[in-house]
């Protein structure tokens, strides 16, 4: 279906018994997006993310994958998504290959081609050597390629990681941030959640970061960095600090061995702040300024009250 979005949830509400795991979750992520879903533990990231693929059934409302309602169209909408979640939970007497084999043929893929593509599947993710190894023989780098060979057999358009990096060492996540790229530019829809969010920054163009079931802000990670209202400055010293006046010890989120590291308000006047400094006695040697990273963002955002 064209002009739709890639994933458009509708007032998704879901609880279990007493607790409220979502509250009504409304808004659409567009088709090429690559988008990222943060929020603390808790917040209702993997009940969203696994009603999309229909394992939670939402209390109320409604999910639309490429258009198609994943409760009154599910199986058009789990044919557009490939779903990488955390753990591989496979029958430990298969081969990659035959895991990948089997799970063509829950999509009713066969062939010349889907043998073509599950060799390149296989190939793009470093496990040709592997391909007859058994999944249980496998080091947790090794599943986590799995999980992604299998969430993209029936080459969907749509592609969600459910913390694709973590616990992964550097060289994995490389692989991993480099292959979810070249995904993206080939024209696939993006989503993923992760605690890093270093991660989020340097992979995701929109974000959404939710908190107790509710979507707390949702935009583009440009805007959201630069709706910050914190800037920070680093003021490295000639001379250790004294005692620094007022305004300024209010604004100190940091000592360092040779300098001091404050969070200013964006409306503040750095004249303003040179003149503290210099009423400090300070000797300065230099300043530095940087805008707030998404980390910083979210938690100012999450700051009242984790879950
Ligand atoms: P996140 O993925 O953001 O860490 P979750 O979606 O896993 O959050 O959980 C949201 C809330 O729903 C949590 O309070 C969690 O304890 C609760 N929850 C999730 N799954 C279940 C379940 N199967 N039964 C009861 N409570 C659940």
New binding site residues.
């Given amino acids: 279906m064209s002009n739709c979005p890639a994933v458009r949830f509708l007032d998704v509400k879901k609880s279990?018994g007493e607790?409220t795991?979502l509250k009504g979750v409304s808004f659409e992520v567009e088709e090429g997006a690559f988008f990222g879903l943060l929020?603390p533990?808790?917040?209702?990231?993997?009940?969203?993310i696994n009603a999309m693929s229909g394992l939670v059934i939402p209390s109320s409302g409604s999910i639309q994958i490429q258009g198609y309602d994943v409760n009154r169209n599910y199986r058009q909408a789990r044919r557009v998504l490939g779903l990488v979640p955390q753990e591989l939970i496979a029958d430990p007497f298969f081969s990659i290959q035959e895991l990948l084999v089997l799970q063509s043929g829950y999509f009713g893929l066969k062939g010349a081609e889907q043998r073509a593509w599950i060799g390149e599947l296989l190939e793009r993710l470093a496990l040709s050597d592997k391909a007859d190894a058994n999944t249980a023989q496998l080091s947790g780098g090794m599943k986590r390629r799995v999980l992604i060979a299998m969430a993209l057999v029936h080459r969907p358009k749509v592609l969600v990681l459910d913390e694709p990096t973590a616990g992964v060492d550097v060289d994995l996540r490389r692989i991993l941030w480099a292959f979810t790229k070249e995904l993206h530019q080939q024209g696939h829809t993006i989503i993923l959640?992760t605690h890093y969010l270093e991660e989020a920054e340097a992979l995701c163009d929109r974000v959404a970061i939710?908190q107790k079931?509710e979507v707390k802000a949702l935009s583009s990670t440009q805007d959201l960095l630069s709706r910050h209202y914190y800037r920070y400055l680093r003021v490295t010293l000639a001379a250790p600090a004294q005692d620094l006046i007022a305004p300024l010890e209010a604004r100190l989120v940091e000592r360092e061995s040779n300098g001091l590291v404050f969070k200013l308000e964006k409306t503040a006047s750095l004249t303003q702040l040179l003149g503290w400094l210099s009423d400090s006695g300070l000797n300065v040697s230099d300043v530095s300024s940087r805008d707030a990273s998404l980390e910083e963002v979210f938690l100012d955002l999450t700051a009242e009250g984790k879950g």
């Avoid at 533990?41 to 969203?48: E, I, P, Q, V």
């Fill in positions: 279990y607790l795991a929020g533990n808790g917040a209702g990231k993997s009940t969203l959640t939710m079931g």
